[in-house]
């Protein structure tokens, strides 16, 4: 099926600890996969990956594809409590302009 | 303005009732995107916008709902007679030339809206 799996759902976590959160998806044949910030309403964009193997990193956040076992992960370390959202995944379709998402990972991060 | 808006932020409609919610994109972003997100689901996709042409349109779940960007600007999402799966948080977004290409879209804070 054509979806994207995001897993865990859900995450609690204390300060400091560090997370990793993962993507799966089944379509082969896409332009990018990228990685969006939901606080409140707005989601906000972190990273877009077009590259197997290649990191992407920004200040305690990094992210990476594998295209070959169909998977991203996003790892956040020394997590903060600003870091409570929900991480969405979204693969970005070859036709058309359209982002198909995950269901989201909501993180808790406790002081 | 400085980020997307939306208007109205919140909505509670009874069902039956006609809708239209509001999108002003970042001033210079040709490209405007509607999608719809239930509780505790991600964002699916309603349409998109290039100027003033809708060249998706497929996500529309149903005729009841149409949108419209006449002017290449302000983006209006109609729905017609209402019904309660019609529940959701709408989302607009829109992206500069070549960050679309890309995915990278910034988005509104939504309209929420409930039927009853």
């Known amino acids: 099926e054509d979806k994207v799996v995001q897993s865990p759902l859900s995450l609690v976590v204390h300060e400091g600890d560090t997370v990793t959160l993962n993507c799966s998806y089944e379509v082969t044949n896409f332009r990018s996969l990228l990685w969006y910030k939901q606080e409140k309403k707005a989601p906000t964009f972190l990273f877009m990956l077009t590259s197997s193997g290649i990191e992407k990193k920004s200040g305690r956040l990094s992210s990476i594809l594998d295209k070959k076992e169909l998977f991203s992960i996003l790892n956040i370390t020394a997590t903060q409590t600003g870091d409570s959202a929900i991480y969405l995944c979204?693969?970005?379709?070859?036709?058309?302009?359209?982002?198909?998402f995950g269901e989201g990972t909501q993180l808790t991060v406790n002081p | 303005g400085a980020g997307v808006s939306q208007s109205p932020r919140y909505k509670v409609a009874k069902r039956g009732q006609d809708v239209a919610l509001r999108c002003d994109p970042i001033?210079?972003?040709?490209?405007l995107f509607w999608y719809q997100q239930a509780l505790g689901q991600g964002p699916e996709f309603l349409t998109y916008f290039q100027n003033e042409a809708q060249l998706d349109k497929s996500g529309l779940p149903s005729d009841r709902f149409f949108a419209e960007r006449p002017e290449g600007s302000v983006s209006t999402l109609k729905i017609q007679r209402t019904q309660q799966e019609d529940s959701a948080v709408y989302l607009c977004?829109?992206?500069?030339?070549?960050?679309?290409?890309?995915?990278?879209?910034?988005f509104g804070e939504g309209s929420r809206l409930t039927v009853l």
């Open positions: 977004a829109s992206s500069a030339p070549g960050l679309a290409a890309a995915g990278e879209l910034f």
């Open positions: 979204a693969r970005f379709e070859t036709s058309g302009s359209r982002l198909t």
């Open positions: 001033s210079g972003h040709v490209s």
